[in-house]
């Protein structure tokens, strides 16, 4: 079995001890993270948008910005490895996030991913729009995890009124 | 020449210089465009060698006075401001995205106000990024708000843009005189900024960060500050000690540049390059190149658009036509193309041509050459879907703070 983990910045911790627990003993588990190359255009066009300044290189003993990103994802995914506990393959990519999250689950039998929407209103909007994405998009079985532990059953809001009920 | 063909060869000429500024090929630098371009102009008398010479006249203290700020932002860099600053947002920040912003805003409003746009796109917004990112947070809402804010809070100071440093020698006003007029407009804007951005980017913000120990309190260079401090007294002070500003950023320049030259940290050569001698030599061939399209036909054009008056409507009007211009042309020709004009409206005029052209570019940076650009950083669609993100951002910030800004600036007009 091939399981995709997707390690995410503010909910890796949750995704890894979850995936360490259930995943089988022989499933060949990836690592991925995705950086968001979307900020360093951000940064690069404003850069750009200044009218007949120079243009060179950026200013010696600046670092370039993707490899600031790639170092941090580097950091990210062997803190996630150690956290694992077992062996893994580590994939970094950069990119539209959502779109490589869906790409490199080619291929796999089971993505692990984590809920990144708003955790305190229960309901759609409990998935951000990455997640969303990849959820409706994934290529394989996927296997969506609480970042703060799954809900009680109390959590359940009352059921709506059916239509047509007559009112009050 | 006839005044029809020779607006007809200052405008092919404008847009050359500008398509080379955008394009920047490699072959043809926008120096070049615009200095070849304003010698070919007074070649083929589309301007008098005078009047060209008068336009050269005007730029020069202008042109001195941004020399001399560039190098005191770089020294501030070689210091190591900017670094600080990041330690500083980091700490602040607590784990939080949204206090993150909250000292974005804050950090990069205060750096464009001191040290201009040009410092806070080229040397802060990359250490924001930085800081985000090792932050584990999405450096995507930090990033933008940097980049909206080193238009919109360059409102502030007359060395906060190039765009104000023009207007300042036209409009007579002190230097203290301009900061007390602009800053419940500059305020505004930053609060409209702010507001936006927390609900734009709410999702983004909303992932919290694992709680971590605070980083430690950064050093701050004491040395940069100091100067920077007085520098800013000085040109508060300049006034009243009748010194011309210009002189009060030219001692910052040399004060701040003396410890990096003395510990041989910067080199002469690399100071030189640090005043961008290029975008000198662009911003006086560009200022003739507008000066002849003025002189044939655009200037009286647009003394007819542009109301000259200081009632509300009036201000409203010459702030909404400045936006407008500075999206289809850039700010920088829009400020040589509106300022002589609107110097007949005296200093609430000057202002709000201000408040036109430093806010309304943040609505598409370049106008129709916006896609280009950013399918010059990005792969295509990941462009496109940035473009979109873009505009979307603008249209929900500018039109809001241009009027928020005009009408704080006609309140302090009032008093």
């Given amino acids: 079995m091939r399981a995709l983990v997707w390690i995410a910045e503010d909910s890796w911790q949750a995704t890894v001890a979850e995936a360490a627990a259930h995943l089988p003993a022989d499933a060949d588990v990836t690592l991925l993270h995705v950086a968001d190359a979307q900020a360093e255009g951000v940064v690069a066009a404003a850069r750009h948008a200044l009218l007949g300044r120079p243009h060179g290189e950026p200013r010696a003993g600046a670092e370039p910005l993707p490899a600031i990103s790639a170092q941090a994802a ?20 950069r990119g539209r996030v959502e779109r490589e999250v869906v790409a490199a689950a080619a291929g796999m039998d089971l993505l692990v991913l984590a809920r990144d929407g708003d955790r305190e209103r229960l309901g759609p909007r409990s998935l951000g729009p990455l997640a969303r994405f990849v959820v409706d998009h994934a290529p394989c079985r996927v296997l969506l995890i609480w970042p703060n532990g799954a809900p009680g059953v109390a959590t359940l809001p009352p059921p709506p009124r059916a239509p047509g009920a007559a009112n009050g | 020449m006839p005044e029809g063909l020779a607006l007809a060869l200052a405008l092919v000429v404008l847009a050359a210089t500008l398509a080379a500024a955008v394009l920047r090929s490699p072959y043809l630098s926008e120096a070049v465009a615009a200095a070849g371009g304003a ?142 007029l602009m800053v419940l407009p500059t305020l505004g804007v930053v609060a409209v900024e702010w507001l936006v951005m927390r609900r734009f980017f709410a999702v983004d913000l909303e992932r919290p960060l694992r709680q971590t120990d605070a980083p430690p309190r950064p050093a701050l260079p004491r040395f940069a500050l100091a100067v920077l401090a007085l520098t800013l007294a000085g040109f508060a ?59 044939n036909g655009l200037g009286s054009a647009v003394r007819d658009a542009l109301p000259v008056g200081a009632s509300l409507p009036d201000l409203l009007a010459i702030a909404a036509l400045s936006a407008v211009l500075a999206n289809l042309v850039n700010n920088l020709p829009a400020t040589l193309i509106l300022i002589p004009v609107a110097v007949a409206g005296g200093p609430g005029a000057i202002l709000a041509v201000l408040i036109g052209v430093n ?57």
């Fill in chain 2, 359 to 415: 806010v309304g570019p943040n609505l598409t940076y370049v106008g129709s050459l916006a896609t280009l650009l950013w399918r010059r950083v990005l792969r295509a669609e990941d462009a496109d879907a940035e473009l979109r993100t873009f505009v979307a951002l603008g249209a929900l910030t500018v039109p809001a703070a241009l009027v928020t800004a005009t009408v704080l600036l006609w309140l302090c007009l009032q008093v």
């Fill in chain 1, 74 to 93: 580097q950091e990210l995914l062997a803190e996630a490895l150690a956290g694992l506990g077992r062996p893994a393959t580590l994939e970094a990519r």
């Fill in chain 2, 237 to 295: 002070l300049s006034s009243v000690l009748g010194i011309a500003p210009v002189w009060v950023a030219a001692a910052g320049a040399v004060t701040i540049s003396v410890p990096a030259l003395r510990s041989r940290a910067a080199s002469p050569v690399a100071l030189m390059r640090a005043v961008e001698p290029g975008f000198l030599v662009f911003v006086l061939g560009l200022g003739v190149v507008v000066a002849a399209a003025s002189a």
């Fill in chain 2, 39 to 180: 010698v070919a102009l007074v070649a083929v008398g589309a301007i008098g060698a005078t009047r060209a010479g008068d336009a050269l006249r005007t730029l020069a203290p202008t042109v001195g006075f941004l020399a001399a700020l560039l190098l005191v932002a770089e020294g501030a860099r070689s210091e190591g401001l900017f670094e600080a600053l990041g330690a500083v947002m980091a700490r602040g920040a607590r784990g939080s995205p949204r206090r993150l912003l909250a000292y974005v805003v804050v950090i990069a409003a205060a750096v464009t106000a001191l040290l201009s746009l040009d410092a806070t796109v080229v040397l802060l917004t990359p250490i924001v990024f930085v800081t985000a990112t090792r932050m584990r947070t999405s450096a995507r809402p930090q990033v933008y708000a940097c980049a909206h804010l080193a238009n919109s809070a360059s409102l502030l100071l007359p060395v906060s843009n190039l765009t104000n440093l023009l207007a300042f020698h036209a409009s007579r006003l002190s230097f203290a005189r301009f900061a007390a």
